[in-house]
Each structure stands twice: as structure tokens, then as C-alpha cells.
């Protein structure tokens, strides 16, 4: 998508959502920036580009298809919901610039969230664990979050800093 004008009647979806990823990396933490690169490259630009659909002619059913077609591949409805949300933010840059007059992702039914069920692994499934991580490289971040409680991007966010050695 180098080199396009976002600003042409012409320019694809996935072209548009990925060049506002872009622009908006600057506003952004970048683990949201690499979560957002991560659900473009894996999921929106390849559909988008098969279908190759233009920013001018989206339309609520193209991002309820969407919706649809994910969920059917495996996603969760969860997932598929943070997926419209930066189609959608891209689009409202959009109506920003004046590439499109409204939002068509402010009118799809978006799926139905599901409250997700949280599973806890028992003391000889951690006890197990920790024996098959033991001298490989992911003892530590499991032995760190068994201990704090912590997810795996509280683990990476570490800095030397935020730890109390007294």
C-alpha cells in the first residue's frame, strides 16, 4: 500500500485502514500500534484486499459480511468486535478527510459480545507446568506470572525500575 493517496476515490479499504494505522502510530502506545498491525496483516487487509472494496463504496453489509465470515473462520465475536472498532476509527478519519460523507460501521450490527469464561489451571497442572518450562526460556516470564498474577504483556512491560528489590 506505499505510495497510495488517501485522499482518491479510488484508494481500497485495507489500503485506507492501513495507512491510518500508520498516521495514527504517533498517537498511540505501541503495543496497541503492534496490536492493530498484527489484526491488519493477519486479518482486514487480506480479506479487504480480496475483495477489493473501495473506501467510497463501503456499506453496513460489507462489514457485517465481514463480521460474519470471521466468526465462521474460528474468531470469537469478542475479537471480531475490536476488529470493526479500528475499521471503524479508520473510517471516521475518513469522514475527516472527506474521503466518504458518513460512517457505515455506525450503522452494522456488530455480533453479540459473549462474557468470556476464565479457566485457572489447578495446583498439579501449575506444579506440571513449571516442570516442563524448567531451563528453557520461558521459565522465568511463567515462573513471574504464577508468582504476581500477571499477563503476559505485564510480564514484557517490565522495566528494572518497577521492581522492589527490598
Known amino acids: 500500500y506505499e505510495g497510495v493517496n488517501v485522499l482518491s476515490e479510488n484508494i481500497l479499504l485495507c489500503d485506507y485502514i492501513a495507512d491510518w494505522i500508520e498516521r495514527d502510530k504517533i498517537r498511540i502506545q505501541s503495543t496497541t500500534y503492534d496490536g492493530y498491525k498484527h489484526m491488519l496483516n493477519k486479518h482486514i487487509y487480506p480479506y479487504f484486499n480480496e475483495t477489493r472494496l473501495k473506501v467510497v463504496n463501503v456499506k453496513p453489509i460489507h462489514l457485517e459480511e465481514y463480521c460474519r465470515h470471521k466468526i465462521e473462520a474460528g474468531l470469537s465475536p469478542n475479537t471480531v468486535i475490536k476488529h470493526i472498532a479500528v475499521i471503524r476509527t479508520a473510517l471516521q478519519d475518513a469522514v475527516k478527510n472527506s474521503v466518504i460523507r458518513s460512517n457505515p460501521a455506525d450503522l452494522i450490527n456488530k ?16 506444579r506440571k507446568l513449571v516442570a516442563i518450562s524448567k531451563n528453557t526460556n520461558m521459565e522465568l516470564p511463567i515462573y513471574i506470572a504464577i508468582k504476581f498474577g500477571l499477563r503476559r504483556s505485564e510480564i514484557l512491560g517490565l522495566k528494572w525500575s518497577a521492581i522492589d528489590f527490598e
Do not use: A, N, Q
Open 111 to 126: 455480533p453479540k459480545r459473549i462474557k468470556p469464561t476464565c479457566k485457572y489451571f489447578g495446583v498439579e497442572e501449575l
